[in-house]
């Protein structure tokens, strides 16, 4: 079972390098809107151990127009948390359900199952553009 996840998976990764380049290049000509709508969505994990949150983190990183900025280490109450920079969704909760359906056919691939467990219902996400200063400027 485990091995038609794994393959399935590999072609589900495949389709989103594809489907992100082909927006990649489609936003460069689209003069009407802006190109991008960056934002970092804070994304709490299911994935538990050290090779899905790994293949987790990679699996978002090649994929074009996200990309893993942080990673929060889980505690024995809380779980592990990426910060994910996503350039070309509409909204939080979009980007949010593109990276647990990604995180969810990664562990029906590493488990040989689908999660149990439903996403975290509390998120946060910061725009870019809303961000505050850096360290050091004024």
């Keep these: 079972m485990r091995l038609i996840h794994g393959i399935s998976y590999v072609g589900y990764i495949a389709w989103a390098i594809v489907t992100g380049s082909v927006t990649i290049v489609a936003r460069q000509f689209r003069f009407s809107r802006p190109y991008a709508e960056p934002m970092i969505v804070e994304v ?20 074009p127009g996200t990309l893993v900025t942080a990673i929060a280490a889980g505690t024995s109450t809380a779980p592990p948390v990426f910060f ?9 909760q979009t980007a949010l359900e593109g990276l647990y359906d990604m995180e969810s056919r990664l562990l029906a691939m590493t488990r040989g199952r689908a999660p149990v467990s439903s996403p975290p ?13 850096e360290r050091g400027e004024s």
């Design 121 to 133: 219902a509390h998120v946060s996400s910061t725009p870019i553009a809303e961000a505050g200063p």
């Design 84 to 92: 994910v920079h996503a350039l070309f969704e509409d909204s939080e």
């Design 44 to 63: 709490p994990l299911r994935a538990a151990t050290d090779l899905e949150i790994t293949l987790f983190a990679s699996s978002i990183t090649i994929t």
